[in-house]
């Protein structure tokens, strides 16, 4: 038996969000071969999150954006609860803002939630590390790193982007205000952006 | 002499990319067996694309394709060599086809080369394990879990697939054809498949 080390399972779990127990016993059958182990781990947690997926909103939209005769595209789901909703000019104008939304401000995530742990913490301990160096006093350190986090997320995550067409609105306004116009729950399911040889 | 059919040769064109005189001469060297000929041709064009395969393919087209009024969507990038080539009516038809055949087989990958090794690994013990529950004899149960595994392939990799416009031919087949036709290479770098809902 491999001795398996806790520093792996806690990788593993960040990586895939996987229970201590699965983590544990993955690595164990490939005798401690990280890669394989997150391998199997993220086929069986996409597996689990599509099972998911079908309990939560089926309807919606698909759309797709194409910039620059193909050197640019974009294609982003979003959902809301019924056919009829769908359908709906202030939704289809809403998921074609934000198919233009994403190809001009180059999003990472969804939403803040969406961000790894791990790459929180890499971003906290970069910013502290910053902070300190440019010998900010320590009582104002945590403020300066919250502050940094906070516009990390602005640029990195869809929601909290201002919309490009009014900056006085995030994107999470811009779908609060349709939530509240069609009286469906709407959610940014996903999205994908290329760029061209990039 | 064997009387050659012009629409074998037309046949043979579209499938390999084969110039009107190299299919021409294929066909008769083979007394009009169109199989033989193809097959040949086909080997003759894998060639030459494998020499292209070597040059960098960084232009090409992004290309998106939107079914069932937002129910369906598939963005991919093909790259070829050139601006030139990337405008070409034979390379965009190649494209939709591609995208196309996406949104109809829901490919996971683009090539073999694309499965990440423990996947394989994971496929091979569960194809053994069952073979050996039916009792199949040890001496063949390899070939029964290549056999498996060629069929995984076939279903799974998007080059490996016969196009569902003509089963003749693989989605491999089709580009290289392309690429007979319009003298560079050309990849399919990546792609990517929403089903509303899923």
Do not use: W
């Not at 983590?23 to 182990?37: H, Q």
């Not at 998911?52 to 005769?69: D, F, M, N, P, S």
């Not at 900056?167 to 009286?183: E, M, N, P, S």
């Amino acid at each position: 038996m491999t001795a398996i080390n806790t520093e792996q399972i806690k990788k593993l779990r960040e990586l895939t969000g996987a229970g201590v127990l699965d983590a544990k016993r993955t690595l164990e059958e490939f005798n401690g071969d990280f890669d394989k182990a997150l391998a199997i781990l993220k086929e069986k947690g996409m597996k689990a999150a599509e099972k998911k997926a079908e309990r939560v909103a089926k309807q919606g939209l698909i759309e797709t954006y194409v910039h620059g005769g193909g050197k640019l595209g974009v294609m982003v789901e979003v959902n809301c609860e019924t056919d009829f909703v769908a359908a709906l000019a202030e939704f289809r104008e809403l998921v074609h803002n934000i198919a233009l939304q994403i190809a001009a401000t180059k999003p990472e995530y969804v939403s803040v939630e969406d961000i790894a742990p791990a790459v929180i913490e890499e971003k906290k301990k970069m910013f502290t590390e910053a902070a300190l160096a440019e010998g900010k006093p320590a009582h104002i350190v945590e403020k300066i790193v919250n502050g940094k986090l906070e516009a990390y997320y602005k640029e990195a995550c869809l929601l909290r982007q201002p919309f490009i067409r009014d900056d006085q609105q995030t994107i999470q306004d811009l779908i609060q205000a349709t939530i509240a116009k069609v009286g469906e729950n709407i959610v940014v399911k996903r999205f994908v952006r290329y760029e061209l040889g990039a």
